[in-house]
T-cell receptor, first 114, second 118 residues
């Protein structure tokens, strides 16, 4: 069985400071992992994905995530937050077995302080 | 390639009425998923189609919800009769059947249908 845990429901950072959104997963085999972002009144947008190639994944808008198998983590980072980063972020596990469903974390709402 | 398309983008209906949501997946994607997000809550899985077959419908709330995927192409999600607690955003996603490396396992999401039951 697979699961994903986002450790923080809300994160607040000041503009220009680093962002860290935490995600831990549980999987019986190597999963594909994704981060999606949802801005207010918008759909889900893919930020980045890990599919067992490089463990450090670069995404759009300056975001990165590092897959750490030993820690079962896939934390999302950005060196310098921008006001436009304020949104909700979802860590997602996609199974290698096509018969399994895609699993969402509960989401982390990122607040950017001026 | 065209993305996942959902119709309508918004729907406001009265309690007791019927609403049908539609999802057009990316062409060639055998896997189709429905999710729902009630305001302020997490994104919940509803069901998963593989082609025209329901692979997993464990997330369907009750028998007022009926999903179909005739011919393994587009899918519809009907709510009949709608209740106030059905309000939320309904997302559809599709994914290729071939499971492997690279982008094959990526799920593509539609923009969602915002359903408001009054």
């Amino acid at each position: 069985a697979q699961s994903v845990t986002q450790l923080d429901s809300h994160v607040s950072v000041s503009e220009g400071t680093p962002v860290l959104l935490r995600c831990n997963y549980s999987s019986s085999y190597s999963p594909s992992l994704f981060w999606y972002v949802q801005h207010p009144n918008k759909g889900l947008q893919l930020l980045l994905k890990y599919t067992s190639a490089a463990t450090l994944v670069k995404g759009i808008n300056g975001f990165e995530a590092e897959f750490k198998k030993s820690e079962t983590s896939f934390h999302l980072t950005k060196p310098s937050a921008h006001m436009s980063d304020a949104a909700e972020y979802f860590c997602v596990v996609s199974p290698m077995n096509r018969d399994d469903k895609i699993i969402f974390g509960k989401g982390t709402r990122l607040h950017i302080l001026p | 390639e065209a993305g996942v398309t959902q119709f309508p983008s918004h729907s406001v209906i009265e309690k007791g009425q019927t609403v049908t949501l539609r999802c057009d997946p990316i062409s060639g994607h055998d896997n189709l998923y429905w999710y729902r997000r009630v305001m302020g809550k997490e994104i919940k899985f509803l069901l998963h189609f593989v082609k025209e077959s329901k692979q997993d419908e464990s997330g369907m709330p009750n028998n007022r919800f009926l999903a179909e995927r005739t011919g393994g192409t587009y899918s519809t999600l009907k709510v009949q009769p709608a209740e106030l607690e059905d309000s939320g955003v309904y997302f559809c996603a599709s994914r290729r059947a071939t499971v492997g490396q690279g982008g094959n396992t990526e799920a593509f999401f539609g923009q969602g249908t915002r359903l408001t039951v009054v």
